[in-house]
């Protein structure tokens, strides 16, 4: 199932379960030539450090290895939030996720009635027809 968890990562890295979060200025700051004031909010997304090529080379390319042996540099990798705000569900929705992929994958083969359906963007990403699919027993 090593395997199966790296798939699941780069699936989050390439589309992160949260569009990000909101983060207020403790004190003035200056990044990327830009300077931040005291108390205003700012957007953090997991896509801006998933999709940067200095952190995942080819960024665009699906490449589960991304994850073996230590995997990406730490707070590069975050679909769930770091630090002091990450998402206390986390442990629960990894084991969940694997269990059902694992599941799904050994059990059944599936089909796509959409096979290039395109993603939609809001509070969290959705499939534009909800992703329609055939889904049939292996064969014993």
Same mark, same amino acid.
């Given at each position: ?20 979060g909101f983060k207020e200025s403790t004190a003035e700051c ?21 999709? #940067? ?7 665009? %390319? =699906?490449? +589960? ?5 230590? !995997?990406?540099? $730490?707070?590069t990798y975050v679909p769930f939030g770091g630090g002091a705000?990450?998402?206390p569900g986390r442990s629960y929705v990894k084991l969940v ?5 694992? #599941? ?7 089909? %796509? =009635?959409? +096979? ?5 963007? !809001?509070?969290? $990403? ?15």
């Amino acid at each position: 199932m090593e395997y199966t968890w790296n798939v699941v990562h780069e699936c989050m890295r390439i589309t992160p379960p949260s569009i990000g979060g909101f983060k207020e200025s403790t004190a003035e700051c200056t990044f990327a030539g830009f300077t931040i004031p005291k108390g205003w909010k700012v957007l953090w997304t997991p896509h801006s450090s998933h999709m #940067n090529p200095d952190y995942f080379p080819e960024p665009q %390319k =699906f490449d +589960p290895s991304r994850f073996e042996g230590s !995997g990406p540099a $730490p707070f590069t990798y975050v679909p769930f939030g770091g630090g002091a705000t990450i998402c206390p569900g986390r442990s629960y929705v990894k084991l969940v996720i694997l269990a059902f992929t694992h #599941n799904m994958v050994t059990r059944f083969t599936l089909e %796509k =009635f959409i +096979p290039n359906e395109k993603m939609l963007f !809001g509070a969290t $990403p959705k499939p534009a027809y909800d992703l329609p699919l055939r889904i049939h027993p292996h064969k014993k």
